[in-house]
């Protein structure tokens, strides 16, 4: 059974700075592409950045310049990197990838920013 498994939220100052993780697990099979969505409390999930299998990732506007999306394809792993962090960015954080043309999501993690 494929999972993903996210890791790395928590409570933060702003100006701080988390690194998300997110491993799949109970496949051989590599992710295709990832990317990170957010969903605050009211609100709908917004993605936030993606990373396709070549090419370059890319993100929406209120995170440019701050974080970065990343992957580890020995570890079949993707990351966010978040530094700068705002009030603004709390909110639980999903992981989705695509791996051999299957859709999946991860648990998700909260992420506090405090003022």
């Known amino acids: 059974q494929v999972q993903l498994v996210e890791s790395g939220g928590g409570l933060v100052q702003a100006g701080g700075s988390l690194r998300l993780s997110c491993a799949a697990s109970g496949t051989r099979f590599s992710i295709s592409s990832g990317a990170w969505y957010r969903q605050?409390?009211?609100?709908?999930?917004?993605?936030?950045?993606?990373?396709?299998?070549?090419?370059?990732?890319?993100?929406?506007?209120?995170?440019?310049?701050?974080?970065?999306?990343?992957?580890?394809?020995?570890k079949n792993t993707v990351y966010l990197q978040m530094n700068s962090l705002k009030?603004?960015?709390?909110?639980?954080?999903?992981?989705?990838?695509?791996?051999?043309?299957?859709?999946?999501?991860?648990?998700?993690?909260?992420?506090?920013?405090?003022?």
């Open 40 to 74: 605050a409390p009211g609100k709908q999930r917004d993605l936030v950045a993606t990373i396709p299998s070549f090419g370059n990732a890319n993100y929406t506007d209120s995170v440019k310049g701050r974080f970065t999306i990343s992957r580890d394809n020995v």
């Open 87 to 115: 009030p603004e960015d709390t909110a639980v954080y999903y992981c989705n990838a695509v791996i051999q043309y299957q859709d999946y999501w991860g648990q998700g993690t909260q992420v506090t920013v405090s003022s």
